[in-house]
């Protein structure tokens, strides 16, 4: 039972336009979304998250929506680079966000030069 | 820079034989750290939640027997392979909170031949 999806395993993106990764789950318990960028052989590292209160939040070129209703979430990166290139997983938890996460499966992103 | 560390990166062992792995926050204290698995390809998955003081709280379908979590110190949690066989080859990465942020440490590849 995969409570959180990310249904595009993999993006490509030319330099400098959009990159918009998706994400949705299917227990309405999560209050807390977070996104993170991993490498090969490392651990992940944070990114943005949300609370479920809001449905917009932004840090520099990272941006995250989230669709209560639809239970969709996405991650926006603008202007994508080439160093952005990594698996971005997105992740839920029940408990704020200190809980322990539920991940998705992940979508590799290239950023083409 | 980081703020959790793992030891080792990387060990292979044969199979019966076990394995310690190490997780340490890194100038915090974390009541509470979380240990994730992750095969090729797939998600990061929690294993359990490691808890100073007390007994590990393992995920359904994890063995607490085969997977010994001590969390003996406000710094350091302890995930134990007994008995590894080669279906235990895997990544496994631990997590700690500090402050509001849960952060991951860069990963342990355990390879059982």
């Known amino acids: 039972d995969q409570q959180v999806k990310q249904n595009s395993p993999s993006l490509s993106v030319q330099e400098g336009r959009i990159s918009i990764l998706n994400c949705d789950y299917t227990?309405?318990?999560?209050?807390?979304f977070l996104w993170y960028k991993k490498y090969p052989a490392e651990g992940p590292t944070f990114l943005i998250s949300i609370s479920s209160i809001k449905d917009k939040n932004e840090d520099g070129r990272f941006t995250v929506f989230l669709n209560k209703s639809a239970k969709h979430l996405s991650l926006h990166i603008v202007p994508s680079q080439p160093g952005d290139s990594a698996v971005y997983f997105c992740a839920a938890s029940g408990s704020g966000n200190t809980g322990k996460l539920i991940f998705g499966q992940g979508t590799t992103l290239q950023v083409k030069p | 820079g980081a703020v959790v560390s793992q030891h080792p990166s990387w060990v292979i062992c044969k199979s019966g034989t076990s394995v310690k792995i190490e997780c340490r926050s890194l100038d915090f204290q974390a009541t509470t750290m979380f240990w994730y698995r992750q095969f090729p390809k797939q998600s990061l998955m929690l294993m359990a939640t490691?808890?100073?003081?007390?007994?590990?709280?393992?995920e359904q379908g994890v063995e607490k027997d085969k997977f010994l979590i001590n969390h003996a110190s406000l710094t350091l949690s302890t995930l134990t392979v007994t008995s590894a066989h080669p279906e235990d080859s895997s990544f496994y990465i631990c997590?700690?909170?500090?402050?509001?942020?849960?952060?991951f440490g860069p990963g342990t590849r355990l390879t059982v031949l």
């Open positions: 997590s700690a909170n500090r402050a509001d942020t849960q952060y």
């Open positions: 490691s808890n100073e003081g007390s007994k590990a709280t393992y």
């Open positions: 227990n309405s318990m999560f209050d807390y």
